[in-house]
T-cell receptor, first 113, second 113 residues
Framework: DQQVKQNSPSLSVQEGRISILNCDYT??????FLWYKKYPAEGPTFLIS?????DKNEDGRFTVFLNKSAKHLSLHIVPSQPGDSAVYFC????????????FGAGTRLAVHP | DGGITQSPKYLFRKEGQNVTLSCEQN?????MYWYRQDPGQGLRLIYY???????QKGDIAEGYSVSREKKESFPLTVTSAQKNPTAFYLC????????????FGEGSWLTVV
């Protein structure tokens, strides 16, 4: 049972345009959400996070939106750059207990000139 | 230079052999984790440790063992009982408790030959 789903395995975007990566979750207990970026043969790098008490968090070119009623979050990258080409993982955790992250399967973003 | 160091980066193992992957962190994090990534899949939790001398099984602990004798170190042993050991292994750490960002090492590739 996938609690965190990234339904688009891949996304291709032109340089300078907006990239929108989507993530859905099923567990209503999740209250902390993160996005990681991963290059091949490297560890994931933390990008941005959002707590369930917010609906938007922005950091430079990266913005994460959270829609709790729809159990949906998205990562917007504006403007997209070729260096953004990587696999993006959405992850979620629930408060209480240990810091357990549940990951989606990832979306491969390709930014082309 | 603060971070998480995994070694070796690439490891080949013959069937029936145990191998140990090293993970060291100098971030002063209490919690450490081992994840596994398979192609086209998200990260799955093998083991985690919230404090020295204590560790717990994650979602796919069978065929693996860990120890946590020092705060900085969390080695993972892949035993011969692990049926499909070929994968990319990621060590991570965080402050203890939920809602804290988890940071990852660079990963170790294990191939069974």
């Amino acid at each position: 049972d996938q609690q965190v789903k990234q339904n688009s395995p891949s996304l291709s975007v032109q340089e300078g345009r907006i990239s929108i990566l989507n993530c859905d979750y099923t567990n209503s207990m999740f209250d902390y959400f993160l996005w990681y970026k991963k290059y091949p043969a490297e560890g994931p790098t933390f990008l941005i996070s959002i707590s369930s008490i917010k609906d938007k968090n922005e950091d430079g070119r990266f913005t994460v939106f959270l829609n709790k009623s729809a159990k949906h979050l998205s990562l917007h990258i504006v403007p997209s750059q070729p260096g953004d080409s990587a696999v993006y993982f959405c992850a979620a955790s629930a408060s209480g207990g240990y810091n357990k992250l549940i990951f989606g399967a990832g979306t491969r973003l390709a930014v082309h000139p | 230079d603060g971070g998480i160091t995994q070694s070796p980066k690439y490891l080949f193992r013959k069937e029936g052999q145990n191998v140990t992957l090293s993970c060291e962190q100098n971030l002063n994090h209490d919690a450490m984790y081992w994840y596994r990534q398979d192609p086209g899949q998200g990260l799955r939790l093998i083991y985690y440790s919230q404090i020295v001398n204590d560790f717990q099984k994650g979602d796919i602990a069978e065929g693996y063992s860990v120890s946590r004798e020092k705060k900085e170190s969390f080695p993972l042993t892949v035993t011969s009982a692990q049926k499909n050991p070929t994968a990319f292994y990621l060590c991570a750490s965080s402050m203890s408790g939920s809602g804290n960002t988890i940071y990852f090492g660079e990963g170790s590739w294990l191939t069974v030959v």
